[in-house]
């Protein structure tokens, strides 16, 4: 049993950057991947970025890579997600994931536990 949290969300103006946060509780997730997803209104859950167990190996869509970096702590027990340079279109509902498998994960499906989500909102 993993229970998620995601803290960090917001209201930021386009280029600019926030960093979301996710803690864990209940056992330790440093042996499991971990994953970002985002979610708008109408919209399917879309895949964000992904990072392994160890953190020495990272995934990221398209459509934020070279502006979102994720990264991990497990010392802390907390997964961290970097967005900068924001546009509009990343406006979501922004969910932490978690993997009994160690590896990067690139679907909905390998994923076993899931935070409550936290709002990001990108708008002048």
């Known amino acids: 049993q993993v229970q998620l949290v995601e803290s960090g969300g917001g209201l930021v103006q386009p280029g600019g950057s926030l960093r979301l946060s996710c803690a864990g509780s209940?056992?330790?997730?440093?042996?499991?991947?971990m994953g970002w997803f985002r979610q708008a209104p109408g919209k399917e859950r879309e895949f964000v970025a992904a990072?392994?167990?160890?953190?020495?190996?990272?995934s990221y869509a398209a459509s934020v890579r070279g502006r979102f970096t994720i990264s991990r702590d497990n010392a802390k027990n907390t997964v961290y997600l970097q967005m900068g340079s924001l546009k509009p279109e990343d406006t979501a509902v922004y969910y932490c994931?978690?993997?009994?498998?160690?590896?990067?994960?690139?679907?909905?499906?390998?994923?076993?536990?899931w935070g409550q989500g936290t709002q990001v909102t990108v708008s002048s």
């Open positions: 209940g056992r330790t997730f440093s042996n499991h991947g």
């Open positions: 990072i392994n167990w160890s953190g020495g190996s990272t």
């Open positions: 994931a978690c993997a009994i498998a160690s590896g990067v994960g690139l679907l909905v499906p390998e994923y076993d536990y």
